[in-house]
């Protein structure tokens, strides 16, 4: 207070502004980890169907002659590049739909909102993906190399 006014900054004025775009923040920060937690559970039951499907194209390339190395390089490689052609299409189609979304927001009244792709982000969230598809993968190729050869043969 000073010579008869009280002094008050703009941050303390809207203080109830703050503190809802901070809950906000944190929010949307706790539905991103739980659709991130959904896609890891996603990875995992595609990974299986995945390997379960190439149980018999492993056996054949047991049978002739190719190590279990290669064939688990490149069954896991093959899972990895589905991934990676579903992040790029992803990436592609946020780009591409960002001016529809932002004409629908306008649509709405807001003229100041500002829609924006974070690349880093997504970078961040992509590589964490693919490592976690990668250590998915690995652990259902390790499950599908108990299975009995002979069994997998007459199955087919």
């Known amino acids: 207070r000073r010579d008869g006014y009280s002094l ?3 941050k303390e004025a809207e203080a109830g502004l703050y503190s809802a775009l901070l809950i906000e923040k ?3 920060y706790l539905v991103l ?3 991130f937690a959904v896609i890891l ?3 995992r ?3 299986a169907s995945f390997f379960a499907l190439k149980r018999g194209e492993r056996a054949e390339l047991m049978v002739l002659g190719l190590g279990r190395g290669s064939i688990a390089a ?3 490689l093959s899972f990895l590049y589905v991934l990676a052609s579903g992040l790029a299409a992803g990436a592609m189609l946020a780009v591409l ?3 529809l979304a932002v004409r629908v927001i306008r649509s709405f009244g807001l003229y100041g909102a500002e829609l924006a792709f974070p690349l880093g ?3 961040c969230l992509s590589l964490l993906m693919a490592a976690g598809a990668a250590v998915i993968g690995i652990a259902e190729e390790k499950a599908e190399r108990k299975a009995d050869l002979m069994e997998v043969l007459r199955n087919e």
Do not use: D, Q
Request: charged share 5%.
């Open 8 to 10: 008050v900054t703009w």
């Open 121 to 123: 982000t997504f970078i």
């Open 33 to 35: 980890s739980l659709l």
């Open 45 to 47: 039951s595609s990974a």
């Open 26 to 28: 944190v929010l949307m």
């Open 97 to 99: 739909l960002r001016p």
């Open 74 to 76: 490149s069954f896991i």
């Open 41 to 43: 559970v996603s990875l």
